[in-house]
């Protein structure tokens, strides 16, 4: 055995000894609000034979964690409590598992359904499928990464517009909420991709010069409506594609918004579960209406879009924001930030 292969080993041995020793966590034992959210000493993970384990660095919190912790998805599709929250997130390989990737490697958590499902990333240690697993590239650090994984803005709105809506160079895309991971991962995605527009919405004025302020298209919902700001934008032709992540009443608008031939996406629901539609925006535009879930997509297909958007962050072609980070330890604190304090880019906590 080489060195190099030794000292590996030995590290790995090392780590193996030291599972049984507690590790920084956030936990819920009984579905409710933010109190629920509590630190906590847990064991470090042994990973099933195969899986990987990794040393998070950062942590996305979302929409999906506030879902999960208020008990509102069935109770087959979330693990038994306790939970340990947290979808997304970038660390260091510890044990590789059956992975080919060395140990020490940067690594972002690229699909699975850890914090519903599985634990999640909201601790010092996670362990995980090795095909979750998309190395970080030099050049870009971790916060970065961890703001284009938190939300999965940039990746839905890449699979979503290359996969179902059939997008083309040259035409528009309209993806609303300014401050949300679709809304900016979608303007993102789309310039990149040869968009002759590239819009999105605010609800304030404030949110609104905000938006303009880091170079997005912004309709303003508060001095105009989508409808005029769409036709005002695109001379009357409609938005070729909409990345729905809003929802509600906005649903309606937006349909009403996309020009002949157009698709709609629906994506997310941050605004509510109903809408009202005009069917003559169905008929009379041809239009197309998708539903989105990651399920509709392969391992391979999410970790080569996750790697394509990685290599996009490299050459500065995509810029994620990020609106504040919090502690492990005020993860309460970030789910509120995030649901309540009308945040302008992502919301995460340094593990």
């Known amino acids: ?39 906590a000493d847990v064991p470090v993970p042994t990973p099933e034979p195969g899986h990987a384990l990794v040393r998070v660095t950062l942590a996305g919190v979302t929409p999906l964690d506030d879902t999960v912790r208020q008990g509102k998805l069935p109770a087959a599709a979330v693990k038994p409590l306790p939970i340990r929250p947290g979808g997304q997130g970038v660390g260091v390989l510890v044990d590789p598992g059956a992975s080919s990737l060395p140990v020490n490697s ?53 699979l979503a517009l290359t996969e179902l809506a059939g997008f083309q160079s040259g035409q528009t895309v309209l993806a609303p909420g300014v401050g949300g991971s679709v809304g900016q991962g979608g303007v993102g995605v789309a310039r990149v991709l040869g968009a002759a527009k590239a819009i999105t919405t605010a609800t304030s004025a404030a949110k609104a010069e905000r938006g303009r302020a880091e170079g997005f298209e912004v309709i303003d919902l508060s001095t105009e409506s989508l409808s005029d700001g769409v036709r005002r ?36 629901y941050t605004a509510g579960t109903r809408s009202t539609i005009d069917v003559t925006d169905l008929i009379w535009k041809n239009a197309h209406i998708h539903g989105f879930r990651f399920a509709l997509f392969t391992a391979e297909q999410i970790n080569a879009a996750n790697a394509h958007l990685l290599n996009l962050l490299v050459r500065k072609e995509i810029t994620p924001l990020v609106d504040r980070v919090f502690a492990l330890e005020q993860a309460a604190e970030a789910q509120r930030h995030l649901n309540e304090g009308s945040p302008f880019g992502r919301v995460l906590l340094a593990v």
């Open 1 to 39: 055995m080489s060195p190099v292969q030794w000292s590996r080993q030995a590290i790995l041995m090392i780590f193996r000894l030291k599972r049984g020793t507690p590790m920084r966590a956030i936990k819920y034992d009984r579905f409710g609000g933010y109190d629920v959210l509590t630190p």
């Open 106 to 158: 940067r690594v972002v958590l690229s699909g699975g359904r850890y914090g519903v499902s599985a634990d999640g990333t909201w601790a010092e240690y996670v362990a995980v499928d090795p095909q979750h697993l998309v190395p970080i590239p030099d050049g870009v650090d971790d916060t970065v990464v961890a703001a284009l994984a938190t939300g999965a803005g940039y990746l839905t709105a890449y």
């Open 233 to 268: 934008l695109t001379d009357g032709k409609g938005v070729d594609v909409v990345l729905d992540g809003v929802a509600g009443p906005l649903t309606g608008d937006a349909l009403s918004a996309l020009a002949v031939d157009g698709t709609l996406i629906s994506i997310g």
